[in-house]
């Protein structure tokens, strides 16, 4: 399918961004009139994806995240959010809940709840090279409603 | 300020605003760190009221409570919880861990 729309925001790898990307995700899908939950619940997936980039794709210094933003006719909407960092060795191992690389102050449930507010998730990595995750969710049709 | 803290009789209320990220997280730490330090409480109560977005650093900011709290044999509660952090509480399963109160 096709999207219907599409905009992608690149930016540094720095923590100040994470509250920009959940912005402009849910500036972008404003246009299919989600309620407040799926509002929410896509904020925070991107919010979990945009901080496992920042917190984990360039230990030693700065680089580029990109998040790419994509509707599509079915009222779904796909996010994806990539680096060109060091990648993640085990991706399963990764994924399970509370695991973590990052230390005391991680709770490891960024996947689990990426995995729970979204309907799909993809995890591609190549250690050296970067990480992409890509994720869609539906956006529930209301009556009345405009696009 | 993200917290604002105000303790009697080890008693502590911690008041939490705004955005509670990763970015947010390691100052929201700090100061909870510092004010558990100084009250040494029986009673912590994080009240989320002002929290206008959280995901899970902000589990982790609880988590840390808990456990310093507990390591002083104290208990904590957690108060006015938006809609927002409820869902991704309950996504995390933390729910279970601790005393909460819409």
């Known amino acids: 399918m096709k999207p219907i729309n599409e905009a992608t925001t690149i930016f ?12 402009v995700a849910a500036c972008f899908m404003a246009q299919l009139d989600p309620t407040l939950d799926e509002l929410g619940d896509v904020k925070t ?11 984990h794709a360039y230990p030693n210094c700065l680089g580029m995240v990109t998040m790419r933003l994509r509707l599509f006719e079915d009222s779904s909407m796909e996010i994806m959010v990539k680096d060109k960092g060091v990648g993640i ?7 399970t809940p509370l695991f973590t690389t990052g230390g005391g102050e991680r709770s490891g449930m960024g996947f689990t709840i990426m995995e729970s ?3 799909t998730l993809k995890v591609r990595s190549s250690p050296g090279k970067g990480t992409s995750v890509t994720m869609r969710k539906k956006i529930s049709r209301r009556v009345g409603g405009t696009r | 300020m993200p917290v604002t803290c105000t303790s009697e009789d080890r008693k502590l209320l911690a008041v939490i ?3 509670v990220d990763h970015h947010a ?15 040494m409480p029986r009673h912590l109560t994080l009240d989320l009221a002002g929290v206008t ?18 390591e002083l044999s104290g208990s904590v509660k957690v108060v006015h919880i938006p809609e927002q952090a409820i869902r991704v509480l309950r996504a995390a399963g933390v729910d279970r861990l601790m005393k909460f109160e819409s």
């Open chain 1, 12 to 23: 540094l790898s720095r923590s100040a961004n994470e509250g920009y990307a959940r912005m």
């Open chain 1, 45 to 55: 997936a991107v919010s979990e994806a945009v901080t496992n980039a920042i917190v």
């Open chain 1, 89 to 95: 060795e085990d991706v399963e191992r990764a994924r």
């Open chain 1, 117 to 119: 507010f979204m309907d």
């Open chain 2, 17 to 19: 605003y705004g955005e």
């Open chain 2, 25 to 39: 997280a390691k100052s929201i730490i700090e100061e909870l760190d510092r004010q558990i330090d100084l009250a």
């Open chain 2, 53 to 70: 977005f959280m995901d899970s650093s902000g589990i982790a900011v609880l988590l840390r409570a808990l456990r310093r709290v507990r």
